[in-house]
């Protein structure tokens, strides 16, 4: 991917100095409001993995906006010179993908409004609770920042196959699909259904991700009509998708492929909506709520 080194945004925040408290809500990971654990979590931890893949949204468990940021701590310790190079490389990115996502909301009609990604390490406090790296990348819709772990790109390389600048920054687009969800109602809508009936917690936070994914082929188009896509970029991030799989991840943890416990979507699911978003480029071709045919 084509990207300008030195870009500063204004909406990173590097909170790797900030000690967790570990207090608020228990934090939920999976679009909607899925289990406590997803089967992805539980997936890495059987094979040792510090990973939560799949980067779902987040919610409360009690609906609270506990408090979110950090429980004190002295400024962030120094970076190793290849964190320092993806530090920058995710300043320059999170202003790439918002600017596609408010264009993309002003052709249809809505407004968008900025959101937070705040890099920590090892533990972060937020709206939605106390969170570790092992959940992996994650949107908390209650402060409307995102967090992000940076040793999570170093085991989606090495553990899973998935390196690239273009992967890197198509989990931080999915990611902010669920700040579009956000800001559109749908983790609202998504909340109210699951609430009248819970058997539909797990079908629902499968729809909204995968709808994530779309959202970020969406900014994936926009990238590429401004040609900053490089040959083989597009292969790193559906690559990306397929390693995050629900099916594949329940395979490498030794377990049958069961689609009912999925919460983020098979690989071929993941891939496909993701496709979809790149090549309509409009927000509108992500409708996962009304598709029959995931």
């Known amino acids: 991917m084509k990207w300008e080194r030195g870009h500063k945004s204004q909406y990173v925040e590097d909170v790797r100095g900030q000690r967790a408290s570990g207090r608020g809500a228990a934090l939920k990971v999976g679009g909607g409001g899925a289990a406590l654990l997803t ?4 997936i890495a931890q059987a094979l040792g993995v510090d990973l939560g893949i799949g980067s779902g949204t987040t919610t409360t468990g009690g609906g609270g906006n506990q408090a979110a940021s950090g429980g004190g701590g002295g400024p962030p310790p120094p970076m190793s010179k290849e964190d320092a190079e993806l530090y920058d490389f995710i300043n320059f990115v999170v202003d790439d993908i918002q600017g596609a996502f408010d264009r993309a909301m002003t052709a249809a009609g809505q407004r ?7 890099v920590f390490a090892e533990a972060v ?3 939605c609770g106390a969170a570790d790296s092992a959940v992996g990348p994650f949107y908390c819709p209650g402060d409307s920042n995102a967090y992000i772990d940076l040793t999570f790109y170093r085991d ?5 196959g998935a390196g690239g600048d273009f992967a890197q920054a198509y989990v931080l687009a999915h990611e902010y699909g669920h700040h579009l969800q956000n800001l559109l109602g749908t983790d609202d809508r998504v909340r109210q259904q699951v609430a009248g009936d819970k058997s539909l917690e797990n079908p629902l936070s499968v729809r909204q991700e995968l709808q994530a994914d779309c959202y970020a082929g969406v900014w ?3 990238t590429g009509k401004r040609k900053r896509i490089e040959i083989g970029d597009i292969e790193e991030a ?3 998708a397929q390693a995050i799989g629900d099916d594949r991840l329940q395979k490498m943890a030794g377990r049958r492929v069961n689609p009912e ?3 983020h979507g098979s690989s071929a699911q993941r891939v496909k909506w993701f496709k979809r ?3 309509a480029g409009r927000l509108d071709a992500c409708d996962t709520f009304n598709a029959r045919d995931l």
Not at 39 to 42: E, G, K, P, R, S
Not at 156 to 160: A, G, S, T
């Open 39 to 42: 089967v992805i979590a539980l």
């Open 112 to 118: 968008y409004t900025p959101a937070t990604l705040k």
């Open 125 to 127: 406090d937020t709206a």
């Open 156 to 160: 989606l390389r090495e553990r899973f």
């Open 220 to 222: 994936a188009n926009d």
């Open 238 to 240: 559906v690559t990306a």
């Open 261 to 263: 416990t999925f919460t």
């Open 277 to 279: 978003g790149l090549e």
